[in-house]
């Protein structure tokens, strides 16, 4: 495993073990950028729902005009390193379909390559002619 990818791996996992509370943040997720910044996020779990901290990560990103090109999601009690969900699989191929998705086995994938086949929805998207 490479450096970029321990880092990301260490301030997920510095996140969870400072602000996770085991109920409502249970998985922290990291992002770097090209110039280097480091995002982190949790999710924010809630009987109504809630985002996934990949989610809150992008959001955070786009909000900040940056773009990430790897990620990890580390879970709470020891889990480590752990995969998307296919909900935030579908967003980042939507999204980043290139953005590099750090694996529980330490490979890494692009959302392309854990959704072969898949549905883009911004491929799906129609322009109308008056905007």
Not at 17 to 36: E, L
Not at 44 to 51: A, K, L, Q, R, Y
Not at 97 to 108: A, L, Q, S, T, V
Not at 116 to 129: G, L, N
């Amino acid at each position: 495993m490479d450096e970029t990818s321990k880092k990301l791996i260490d301030a997920a996992s510095d996140l969870l073990n400072s602000r996770g509370d085991g109920v409502r943040h249970t998985v922290a997720a990291a992002a770097n950028t090209k110039a280097g910044k480091v995002f982190t996020t949790l999710n924010v779990s809630h009987f109504t729902g809630g985002p996934c901290a990949e989610i809150a990560a992008l959001t955070k990103l786009i909000s900040e005009g940056e773009d990430p090109i790897r990620m990890v999601t580390v879970g709470d009690q020891g889990r480590g390193v752990i995969a998307l969900c296919g909900r935030c699989r579908q967003v980042f191929l939507d999204y980043y379909p290139d953005i590099g998705i750090i694996m529980p086995d330490g490979n890494i994938k692009t959302p392309k390559q854990l959704l072969p086949d898949a549905y883009s929805w911004f491929d799906q998207q129609v322009v109308s002619k008056s905007e």
